[in-house]
């Protein structure tokens, strides 16, 4: 796995860790959406949809269902 790649998996799960706290699964996954849509170029959305639908084991649980969601 590339460089690149690691980070860009261990920034979104920090993005998730810190917007997770006290809110459902779901609203924090949606606010995760929100940031990564708003913020990240579409090449790094694009590397971790294509990751997390090859592999996606090093995403924590909020980032997965958020990258899910950022897939469809």
């Known amino acids: ?3 690149k790649l690691n ?3 261990k920034m979104c ?3 998730s ?3 997770g706290h006290h ?4 609203q924090a996954a949606d606010k995760v959406v929100n940031h ?3 913020f990240w170029a579409k090449s790094m ?9 090859n592999d996606g084991s090093g995403l924590n649980d909020i ?3 958020a990258v899910a969601k950022l897939s469809q």
């Open 63 to 65: 980032s997965k269902l």
């Open 13 to 15: 799960n920090q993005i």
């Open 45 to 53: 959305k694009t590397d971790l949809i294509k990751y997390y639908q």
């Open 17 to 19: 860790d810190n917007i």
């Open 23 to 26: 809110l459902t699964p779901t």
């Open 7 to 9: 980070n860009i998996i």
């Open 1 to 3: 796995m590339s460089t």
């Open 36 to 38: 990564l849509t708003l």
